[in-house]
Structure formats: C-alpha cells, structure tokens
C-alpha cells in the first residue's frame, strides 16, 4: 500500500467549464499497471476496480490481493460493493490512508451481483444508500475525503431523481451516472435523462456511457452539462484517448509493455489489454494470430516483427548506451595506471591475498580481457545488426535477435526492481506500520461491529420481552375487569335466583293455602249433598 497519507481534495477538481476525464473501475483491469498507463496520456482520475467490502474486510490476503496503489497513484478512488451500512463504511476507514474517496457500485446489473444486494438493485433502495453514504461520511475522520455513488437510471426517472436527492442529503460528494436501466446494455445512452438529474441536484454528475473517443466528451458535456465523463470500454481500446488519440499509438503499445513488465503484470491480464488495444489497428488474420498467442516472449516477438521501426530505434539507442559504457570503463582503466607509482606498486602487491591468487593471475587476466572484447564486440554487433537499412530482412538473419531484446527488457525491469527496492528499503518501517496500523484498525471495527451486533441483539431481546410483558399486563388488566365483571354478574344471579327462590317459596304457599280452600269447598259440597240425599 501507499505510505503517502496527503489526501487530494478531489472536489477542488472540479471547476465550471472543465470536464473531468475518468477511468472507470473496471473488474480486473482498472488496476495499478493499467492505472498508470491511462495516467500518462491526460486521465484525471481514476477508480480500482469493484471490491466486494465483506470480502475485503473478512480476509488480509484479500486486501493485499485486490487493493495495490503507488506514490504516483493519485488522485485515487476505491469503488466498493455492498449491502449494509456498517461494512461499507468499515471498509472505507481501512482504505482512507491510501486513497482519495471510496464509491458505492450501485449500478453492476450482473445476476450474481444483484442476487447478494449489490450492485444496481440498490437504486431501489434510496433509503439504505442514503444511510450508508451518511456513515461512511461520518466515520471517515477525513473532510476532505470524498463519498460518491455510481448508479443507472430508472425507467421512472422521477424515482432516480429521489435517489440522487437523498444522496446529496446524506452527504454524497458527487454521482456518477451511466445513461442506461439495469436491463439495457448496448442501447443508445439516455442523455436527456443524466441532463435531468444534474438540473435536479447541486452536487457534481459525471457521465458514463458510449465514450469512446475524445470528441465524445465534448458532445456529452454540450448534451448534458455535467462537470466529468467517465471511460470503461473505449479506455480499453485506446488508453491515450483522453490525450485526443483516434486509436492507440504505438508509443501507448510499447508503454504499456515497459509498465506491465515492470509490475509484473500476469501474463493473461497484459495480453487481454494489448488484444483491446490492438483491435482497431489490425486486421482480422492479425487479430486471430496475436490472440493465440500464450507468452509474454512470444507476445513482445510479435510486436517487434510487426512494428520494427519503433524497436531499432529504441534497440539502437540501448546499444549505443552500452557501447558508449564499455569504452569508458577501457578508457579509464588505461588512464588509472600511469598514476600509479612504483612505490604504490610494491605496497600494493605486499598484501598477503595476491600470494593466493598468484598462480592463477595470468589466467585471470586473460579471462578479463577476453571477456571485455567479447562485450565489445556483442555491442558492435547489435550496432550493426540493428542500423542495417532492411531491417526485416536483417532481422531473418539473425534468429536469436530476440533474445537480446528480451535480455534487455528483463535488464530493464531488474533496474526498476532494484529502484523499487531501494525506495521500499528506506520507507519499510513506515510502510509496516501502516499496514499494521491499517489491519488493527480493521480488527477494531470488525470487533466494534460484532459489539453492536451483540448488542442489537440483546436490545431486541430486551425490547421484545419489554413488548411481551406489556401484553401480558393488558391481559392481566383484561383478565381482571372480566373478573370483577363476572363477579358482579354472579351478585347479580346470585339476588335473581334468592328473589326466585322466595318467589317461589310464596307461590307454594299459596298453592297450599288454594289447595287446602280447594279441599274444604269440596268437603263442604259433599257434606251438602248428603243432606239433600236424607
């Protein structure tokens, strides 16, 4: 990682009349090499590619892998894909000493992107994407530090405008908008609509979408008025097309080799991006041929065979330079010894060590003779080899012409290597603490984000057993009002069944009393007619 901690304010960048040139992320190939090509031929800016934040954070040897940078690798941004607030913004604390701002992928429409909560799906949830933007700004102990969302547009725009003005309430630093739904791919860029949402915010929009040439930045800041353009596809093709090149120059080629050499660029990913480059330029047996080809040597052979021109002048002034050195080091070995005096001689040759290499010093001296010829003449070859006036017929003479040419290049990259060394040498305890300043950071708020989980937990516990013990008191409270309502009702039944009971008592009473009438009338009838009968 970078040891630089000066951050760019990047939204000093941004000025009424200027149109940002930007580098898109782009998944395995937005990296450090291509990063510093596009650099070289006037790109302002430029984005990693997406990083999946949970990874990022779950994994060290995820972070070394995906996540390089230089001195000169600035200003710099670090595109991220996520789905919760709390990782985003982990993730941005952790890249913050090493970059310039961080950038929410809201626009990826791959599946398996928006399958996880990635990517585009999160433009149809304007509410998280305002929360994540929040905590990241208010996490990252930066002001300067920028916080930006990249989305696609709605088929309703109206929903899209809502998105970018919660955005901005939040706090986001710009938006980056490609003219397209999640569902369309190559049709036409919707201009209208990216001029709609930047008359619909104040915050800087950049544009992406079908930039593929210089003039293409023109015509979308006069359809749009936004304050950047951002490249992917057309920056592929021709990395110099932000410094106003209709197709890749070959000096862009040969760069890209130097620089892809000197990082170590992997073999597939360097051959990928000089396919890209050389699609325009070359015709379609060129590109079946180049495109089959499986190394770095075979690659640069090609190169050198198609385009030779270019590689005898750089040939040739690799050679002059060596030639130029191995005379000098003759000259001044030829010189050094008439200063020598016979005293000095004899003082020197008093040392116990040539006693040793005695025997061996007339051999030795032939060898160092020998040796110095043979790179005489190894120079004065590849003079001659390489300022021929046919140098395609030339180069069929000599098979082994690409052996020099790789020797050199690896000799250039041992250089750059040894620089690199000597630079990391004298930054490495800065460089180890950061990291490990970085990586305990990382564990920090791995360990205060698992905290809160914890206590999330526990407070929903709390709350839910809070919100089931006030059921339970209105239950109880019911439970008790139906009591007293039962109690009251059996009073009641109870009076009703002691006021039936004596009514019931009085009517039996007077049951008995007219049933004992009835039986004296009856009596008193049968006594009368047994006076009548006598």
Known sequence: MNTNMSTTNIMDMFEKGKVLKICAPMVRYSKLAFRSLVRKYDCDICFTPMVVADDFMRSVKARDSEFTTSQGDRPLIMQFAASDAQTLADAACVVAPFTDGVDLNCGCPQRWAMAQGYGACLINKPELVRDMVRLVRNQVDNPNYSVSIKIRIHKDLRRTVDLCQKAEAAGVSWVTVHGRTAEERHQPVHYDAIKTIKDSVSIPVIANGDIKYLRDVESTYQLTGVDGVMAARGLLANPAMFAGYEDTPLECVWDWVDIALSHGTPFTCFHHH????????????????FNALSSTSAVIDYLHHTYGDLFHTMTLQWTAVALFLYVEIFVILILSLPFISPQRWQKIFKFRIWNA?????????????VILIVLFLDAVR??????GAEPQKEAKLHPNMFDHLHMKLVMRRILTLVNQLATSIGTGTALQTQAESA??????????????KQALEVEKVERKNAVGKEVLQKEVQKLKQELENTEHALKKSRAEVEAMRRQAQGLTQEYDRLLNEHQQLQNHLEGSGNKKDQ
Do not use: C
């Open 382 to 387: 590849e003079v001659r080899k390489y300022s």
């Open 274 to 289: 000089l396919i890209y480059m050389m699609e325009r330029v070359s015709s379609q047996q060129e590109r079946k041929v």
């Open 357 to 369: 290499i005695a025997p061996y010093w007339n051999k030795g001296f032939l060898t160092m003779i």
């Open 439 to 452: 990586n305990k950071a990382a564990k920090k708020y791995m360990e205060d984000n698992e905290h809160l």
